[in-house]
């Protein structure tokens, strides 16, 4: 295996206009142009160091001080769970797991043990089991756009050997509960995942799951520092409800921006008439590729810009840092 690593460059670099490829996204008169970096290939990965930006604007001294609608936004979207892609700067992941988050629940026909050092929810009989989490209560009322339970199925877990249902149970601010189904007699093979809840003021939530079980297998759980035999099948290790939060990238002024970087000539000089102005933004990514890798579905790593062209007369942006190819020799 050889791995080059080399400075980004070239207009690779740079993110263009997805409407009319132009480098510039402030083209349009009004409105948002919104543009990504490209998807990357096999054995590809960019190490993100930062974003530079050149501008033409004729309100400078205006957009020092805090707009109504946001001038400029970066996304970085990352995968932040296995084949489901958000914006990491935007999501908040509230993760159940461990015997703590698993406890103080209600538990039918199913028991909690550690299987390879994982702290799974495991079925008892072949029977309907069901495990209905403690309340967890959220510090501000909260937007909740998506949840991801992670199954515990093996090589060991025969096809045919259960189905499932999973829940989620909330109370908004206003005290009203409202139950949501997220799958109802699902296979383990299905997607385990779901996304565009559009939950708003949530103030407390419960993760419920429903088996229906059919089959039972052998496996190995720790006791007492010993792997011992258990009879069960292994269903659940852990659930992650995805909190949809206010992005410290989202600027509504120039002054802003300066939490994450540098104008030149430094923006508290900004007069009257055109000036064109450089701003170096300060801003650490690791972007991969991956095996669900689908850039039509937007299922890819990348760097998003939300330009708005009211506020600039040009705007020219792209991507410092480096690249690492990695090959397999022949």
């Known amino acids: 295996m050889i791995t080059d690593t080399i400075d980004l460059s070239g207009l690779a670099t740079y993110f263009t206009d997805p409407s009319s490829g132009s480098l510039n996204l402030a083209s349009g008169a009004t409105g948002v142009t919104t543009a990504l970096s490209s998807p990357l290939k096999s054995g590809q990965q ?6 530079d930006f050149v501008f033409d604007t004729d309100q400078a001294a205006q957009l020092l001080k805090r707009q109504t609608d946001p001038i400029l936004e970066i996304g970085v979207i990352r995968e932040l769970l296995p084949g489901h892609y958000r914006d990491a700067y935007k999501t908040r992941v509230h993760a159940i797991s461990g015997q703590e988050d698993f406890s103080g629940g209600m538990l039918e026909n199913a028991f909690l043990s550690d299987v390879q050092g994982v702290l799974m929810l495991v079925a008892s009989d072949q029977d309907t089991c069901r495990w209905l989490s403690k309340s967890f209560d959220l510090v501000t009322p909260s937007d909740i756009d998506a949840v991801a339970w992670h199954m515990a199925v ?9 189905t499932y249902t999973a ?7 206003g005290g009203s509960a409202n139950i949501i189904d997220l799958v109802v007699n699902a296979d383990p093979a299905d997607k385990s995942f779901a996304d565009g809840l559009g939950l708003s003021g949530i103030v407390s939530f419960q993760f419920e799951f429903v088996a229906k079980v059919s089959a039972s297998t052998y496996f190995s759980e720790r006791r007492r520092g010993r792997l011992e035999d258990g009879v069960g099948l292994p ?20 002054s802003e921006m300066l939490n994450i970087g540098a104008f030149d000539p ?20 690791v972007l991969n590729t991956s095996k669900t890798l689908d850039a039509g579905a937007g299922h890819f790593e990348r760097i998003a810009l939300a330009v708005n062209a009211a506020a600039f007369t040009h705007f020219e942006a792209r991507i410092i840092g480096e690249e690492m190819i990695t090959r397999l020799q022949d």
């Open 154 to 162: 093996s090589k060991r877990t025969h096809d045919g050997a259960f």
């Open 235 to 254: 269903l659940l290790h852990g659930v992650s409800v995805l909190e949809e939060i206010d992005s410290a990238l989202r600027f509504h002024s120039l």
């Open 266 to 285: 430094p923006v508290e000089l900004a007069a009257s008439g055109v000036q064109t102005m450089r701003f170096s933004a300060n801003l650490q990514a």
């Open 46 to 51: 960019w190490e993100v160091s930062g974003l």
């Open 167 to 173: 829940r989620l149970h909330v109370v908004d601010e």
